[in-house]
């Protein structure tokens, strides 16, 4: 089933207008929520984001952030597989085209599931990456459907064998084309502190969390390239890589070349979080 605005229904029920400002200018936001063992994770940091990136870009939806929750849940509710991501976009809705805001449009709102295979290997043996140039605008922390520079980062990534890109603004290392990125030096977590230069992701404030509660210092000082080149470990978090460590940097080994030990100690606790049950069997 599919979410249209606001209500379920089949697929061939959607109809987007062509003069869907989210068509012509990209005019919406979007969050992907991950599914663990059918249901919602992180459910409100994801409804949180969407409505701050919603004020941000001054869209009003007609429903109350209660409502929409209800629909999410009815939503993921229909899904019937355990592991997938629930995708959510919210366009400003069909106007004649102008770049002035629209005074009356209304939001089109398109939700839908899809099941997703957690990169198990992937997260044993740690990914590949390069390092690019930051082109992106100054409003990063708003969840925009505007993802050109991300895709072409990414697609640039790929062509050169990596499986994402990191990206550096005046020499300091920001975030990835769809993930955020931390640093290990002697012990100590470090990523980019939150503002308009990253999205503030939910996986990086799960970790933040998890630091915490295991007493890993974690500083939101940012760093620069020459410190992730010489960082002891280096990871990247998101809602469908999870913690993946990082194991090569523009055909260099990130330390030894195999995924660090707070890297590994941080995967355990993010893998009990959305395993309640399998982490109680394990402790008995
Ligand atoms: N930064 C960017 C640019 C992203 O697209 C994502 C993925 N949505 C993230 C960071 C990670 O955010 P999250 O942990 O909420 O998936």
Not at 209 to 225: E, H, V
Not at 227 to 232: H, P, V
């Amino acid at each position: 089933m599919f979410l249209w605005n606001g209500r379920l229904v089949q697929e061939d029920e959607i109809q987007v207008s062509y003069l869907d400002r989210g068509y012509y200018f990209g005019d919406g936001i979007y969050e992907v929520f991950r599914i663990y063992d059918g249901k919602l994770f992180e459910k409100q940091a994801h409804l949180n984001r969407l409505f701050q990136s919603l004020r941000e870009v001054r869209i009003t939806l007609p429903w109350s952030e209660a409502e929409l929750s209800a629909m999410v849940d009815s939503l993921a509710e229909t899904f019937g597989k355990k592991d997938g991501i629930l995708y959510l976009q919210i366009t400003r809705g069909a106007a004649k085209r102008s770049h002035l805001l629209p005074e009356s449009a209304e939001p089109s709102m398109l939700g839908y599931c899809e099941e997703v295979v957690r990169p198990v290997e992937q997260l044993k043996k740690g990914i590949n990456t390069i390092t690019l140039d930051d082109e992106r605008w100054h409003k990063c922390h708003i969840k925009s459907l505007n993802l050109l520079a991300n895709t072409l980062a990414r697609q640039e990534a790929a062509d050169a064998g990596a499986e994402e890109a990191i990206l550096v603004r005046d020499g300091r290392v920001t975030e990835c084309t769809a993930s955020n990125v931390m640093i290990v030096k002697k012990g100590v977590i470090i990523t980019h502190p939150n503002g308009p230069l990253i999205l503030d992701g939910i996986t990086k404030q799960v970790v933040e969390r998890l630091a915490k509660l295991s007493g890993i210092p974690y500083r939101n000082a940012g760093f620069t390239l020459e410190e992730l080149m010489d960082a002891d470990e280096v990871f990247v978090t998101s809602t469908t890589k999870e913690v993946m460590p990082v194991t090569m940097i523009n055909g260099i080994k990130v330390g030894s070349g195999i995924p660090g030990v707070i890297t590994q100690l941080l995967q355990h606790g993010f893998e009990q979080k959305f395993k309640p049950a399998a982490a109680a069997e394990l402790l008995g």
